[in-house]
């Protein structure tokens, strides 16, 4: 029986890829930082089949106690403060988190003989760089979140290269399910309109949203994770629907999907525009498809209409 350890294991990637890999027969092992309420919501279902350790990407000393204790055969990283516009109020923290944390996992797998890493990259590391976006276009990080997602990027390539690791990156496109959470713009909307719709609330208040982006299905790309440490050899891939919708066109579809004009509800607040705006991401994932036999399954009109459905049944 392979053994996995997810970083993360209790956020929205973190929960479908537990939930995958315990049909695949793994024993799943999680850490989630130790909180003060409960904070395991989106696994509590599967509570009964994983062990969960308390650990933390700022802290060496717990990661090299769970990574002794379980001796994975597969570490998935997955933790991050993953909230871009929240990197520019908490630079310093984002970088301990996103970029040293990932240097210190991988050198205590290193040192631990855990051949297999995964590391959750993202699409933001293009930033403003023209789109469709493949492994071969140039990074141009636009906010701390990317910055720090950049150091990351590189320190797996450096430990691939220096120490023969099966270290990878997933540089993912905006993914987002039920599961998402409430501050990204994606669950915001759905969450908001339902409520509006039910009168719970008067106004969706949101940034930019003439922004595009590429969204796909957080389960689907969570299965390209896995994918991705089972080849014979280890590369970066991007991982994306090859689709690019605003902002305007999710909430033209989950509109759509409520049977409500958006337009009567929402308002633009300067406070949620980035003080770098990143206007155009379009992922190109042929190279996934090519080598891994990947490609999404659901696209952007079924990713709404998901959501929405989920909003409107647990309102």
Known sequence: MKKALI??????????????????GYAVHGIIRRSSSPNTSRIDHILDDIQLHDGDLTDSSSLN????????????????????KTSFNSPSYTSNVDALGCLRF?????????????????SELFGTTPGPQNEETPFNPCSPYA????????????????????????????????????????????????????????????GNIEARRDWGYAPDFTYAMWTMLQQNKPED??????????????????GANLD????????????????????????DYSKAKRLLGWQPKVRFKELVRIMCDHEMNND
């Not at 929205?12 to 049909?23: A, F, K, R, V």
């Not at 106690?65 to 871009?84: G, M």
């Not at 958006?262 to 379009?282: G, M, N, S």
Request: with cysteine; charged share 25%.
């Open 260 to 283: 409500m004009d958006w337009t009567k509800y929402v308002a633009i607040d300067l406070q949620f525009y980035r003080p770098v705006e990143v206007d155009y991401l379009l992922g």
């Open 65 to 84: 106690k769970i990574v002794q204790e379980v001796k994975p055969d597969e570490i998935f990283n997955l933790a991050a403060q993953s909230h871009v």
């Open 7 to 24: 970083s993360g294991a209790n956020g929205q990637d973190g929960s479908y890829l537990c939930e995958q890999l315990l049909i695949k």
């Open 147 to 206: 910055i720090a997602k950049r150091f990351a990027f590189d320190t797996v390539v450096n430990y691939r290269d220096s120490y023969g690791m099966f270290a990878v990156n997933g540089i993912l496109f905006n993914h987002e399910s039920p599961r998402r959470g409430e501050h990204f713009v994606s669950k915001k909307i759905c969450k908001g309109l339902v409520r509006i719709k039910n009168g719970l609330q008067d106004k969706l208040f949101l």
């Open 237 to 254: 891939f991007v991982i994306a629907t090859g689709e690019s919708h605003t902002v305007k066109e999710f909430l033209d579809e989950a």
């Open 106 to 122: 991988i050198e205590v797998a290193h040192q631990n003989g855990v051949e297999k890493f995964y590391q959750a990259s993202t």
